[in-house]
């Protein structure tokens, strides 16, 4: 759930806590301002990270978590491929993988008031010897996650869920010959306009996203000295049409302003977007192109609205 879809209940008492792990909505959810009034409002935040971050000023206790290199475990990638990671270094200090934190805070959860913080499941035991006692949990709980076992994966096989069975090879092409409900079913479907168009005061169209250089907040990218070396700071990609008619020079200073909020950077001039529409990334806290965006949600997938937000564009001299 996004930071974003919590405001009501934050706001009228019903959700006073929240737990974030390895999360950052200051910086990755939409309407920056809005995040921030979501944060203060609550009576207690806990954040569990590996840097402190935007999020962090917030929070009331930060766990130190440890990065992919400081654990061992597996990790599942967008491709559904199932790979096993070693630790190669110790973590600094107190820091401690995410499991074992989250394990520790149910175990005395549960020792208080199961009812109340509703962390018991029938099948969590919340007391794990490593990660490979996680992924036998997984394989007993999650049927497309049977086969990939701990004999498998330190054998190097290449497997992808689903994988039904410590016999099944793992599925690289999902749907190859029928979906999960068996054929396809087509319907069709109205278009549902942007919960904001542009108009006489806000003329242009912002999308938003990442760069090869940079992931999200920046928490990690933003540490590397030779990736900052490439992409230093916040840029702002605008048409040559758009920066003719501004009198816009690469690298100048421009302002892009929605209802939400203003941010300042360097303009790019490129032919990567068309006229009437400029690209701004969120990956530097000073101007974020999430200070911009719009906190309307997808009414089906409850998606924010990243890629769409009217906005004015100002040459600043």
């Known amino acids: 759930m996004a930071v974003t879809e919590m405001m009501p209940s934050v706001l009228e008492g019903k959700i006073r806590g929240l737990y974030v792990v390895g999360e950052n909505p200051v910086m990755s959810d939409p309407d920056t301002t809005h995040i921030r009034k979501i944060l203060a409002a609550l009576d207690f935040l806990l954040l569990q990270e590996i840097f402190p971050s935007e999020t962090s000023h917030y929070a009331d206790i930060l766990l130190p978590g440890v990065t992919f290199a400081e654990k061992s475990g597996t990790f599942t990638n967008t491709e559904r491929r199932v790979q096993r990671v070693q630790q190669a270094i110790d973590p600094p200090g107190v820091a401690r993988p995410d499991w074992q934190i989250t394990s520790e805070i149910a175990r005395r ?15 969590a035991k919340w007391d794990y010897a490593d990660t490979w006692d996680i992924l036998t949990e997984i394989n007993a ?16 096989e290449r497997l992808q869920w689903p994988c039904t069975s410590t016999d099944h090879p793992g599925t690289p092409i999902l749907h190859a010959k029928r979906f999960t409900r068996g054929l396809g079913r087509f319907f069709p479907v109205e278009h549902v306009p942007p919960a904001e168009e542009p108009t006489s005061d806000f003329p242009m169209i912002l999308s938003t996203g ?23 700071e916040a840029r702002v990609e605008v048409n040559a ?32 977007v068309p006229p009437g529409m400029v690209f701004a990334n969120f990956h530097f806290p000073e101007n974020s192109a999430n200070i911009l965006t719009i906190s309307a949600l997808d009414p089906e997938a409850k998606i924010p609205e990243y890629k769409v937000a009217a906005v004015r564009l100002e040459a600043v001299s």
Not at 110 to 118: C, E, I, M, Q, Y
Not at 142 to 147: E, L, M
């Open 109 to 123: 959860a549960l020792r208080g008031d199961p009812a109340r913080v509703r962390m018991e499941a029938p099948f």
């Open 210 to 232: 990442r760069v090869l250089y940079h992931w999200h907040g920046g928490e990690m990218t933003r540490r590397a000295s030779r990736l900052l070396e490439v992409y230093p």
């Open 141 to 156: 709980v999650a049927p497309s996650y049977a086969g990939i076992t701990k004999a498998r994966l330190e054998r190097g």
């Open 241 to 272: 049409v758009d920066a003719g008619s501004m009198g816009l020079m690469p690298g100048n200073a421009v302002r892009v302003t929605s209802r939400r909020g203003s941010i300042t950077a360097k303009a790019w001039v490129t032919d990567r």
